[in-house]
Nanobody
Framework: QVRLVESGGGLVQPGGSLRLSCRMDRVIFGIYNMAWYRQGLGYQRELVAE???????NYADSVKERFTISTDNAKNILNLQMNSLKPEDTAVYYC?????????WGQGTQVTVSS
């Protein structure tokens, strides 16, 4: 069973920062396309940022210039640095990996932006 384990969520004030991490099994890290998704209450799950197997990064327009996706290859970790957080960033954030028809999800980590 392939595992993706997220950490780093929590409560932060508007304008603050958080760093999410997702530890993946070695069999998929860097081989699969990797990404962060989020789902706010009452909303559909949406792509936040992706890191392709070719090393390309892409971001949703709503998080460009605020969020940065990166990898720690020595530890098989996918990171998401989130700066200048807004209340509308409040959601459960999920780590995701996919290759062709195979896809895996983490359990999710709650991020709440509130004063």
């Amino acid at each position: 069973q392939v595992r993706l384990v997220e950490s780093g969520g929590g409560l932060v004030q508007p304008g603050g920062s958080l760093r999410l991490s997702c530890r993946m099994d070695r069999v998929i890290f860097g081989i699969y396309n990797m990404a962060w998704y989020r789902q706010g209450l009452g909303y559909q799950r949406e792509l936040v940022a992706e890191f392709t197997s070719g090393g390309t990064t892409n971001y949703a327009d709503s998080v460009k210039e605020r969020f940065t996706i990166s990898t720690d290859n020595a530890k098989n970790i996918l990171n998401l640095q989130m700066n200048s957080l807004k209340p509308e960033d409040t959601a459960v954030y999920y780590c995701h990996a996919n290759k062709a028809s195979a896809q895996y999800w983490g359990q999710g980590t709650q991020v709440t932006v509130s004063s």
